[in-house]
C-alpha cells in the first residue's frame, strides 16, 4: 500500500443560535448549495443539537479564503452576527491523517 | 494585538449509526469523561441528527495517538465496529487558525 494521501483542509464551524432565528434554514440551505459551487469545495457535514457544528472540507487555505470573502456569504455571515447566533467559533484546519470504516453490507 | 497563537490538533469523528445501539448512550458518556482526564485533552464538542459529528482538541499529535491506544477506549473502538456504527470517519488535523464571536450580552 502506498502512502499517497494529499493534505486538506476543514472549517470547524461550531456555534450556538439565539432562540429566534428567523429566516436561517432559507439561508443554511442557500449558503450549502452555494459553498457546493466554489472552487476548491470538497464537502460539507452538518449536526445540531444544542450546540451546532458544521465541517467543510476544502483542497486549499485560498479555496476556504475565497469562500470567506464571496459577496452573498459575506451578508449571510452579517446577518449570522447580528441575528441568528449567540456563539460562534471558527477553526481552519489541516487535515493529516484519516481513516474510515464501513460495515460490511452483509452483516 | 500579537500573534500568539499556538496550533494543536483536532480529530473529527463523523458517524453514521445502526438501528440498534443498546449500550451506546452509557459508553459514549464514559469516553467522554475518559478523554477528559487524558493528558493533552483540551475539548470535546458533539451534536447528532442523522449524522453525528464530535470533535474532540488535543495538544499534540502524541496525545491523540495516546488515547486512541487507551485501553478501555480500545474496548469501546471494538464495540462501536461490532454493534453502533455502520460508517464512521476519523480525520486527525492540526489548527491552524481560529477566531470567535460573542454577541454582546446587553443586546
Known sequence: MTNDFKPYYAVIFTSTQNEIIEGYADMADK?????????GFLGMESARDGIGITVSYWETVEAINNWKQQTEHLQAQQKGRQDWYSWYKVRICKVEREYEFLRNQES
Open 31 to 39: 449558503m450549502e448549495h452555494l459553498a457546493k459551487q466554489q472552487p
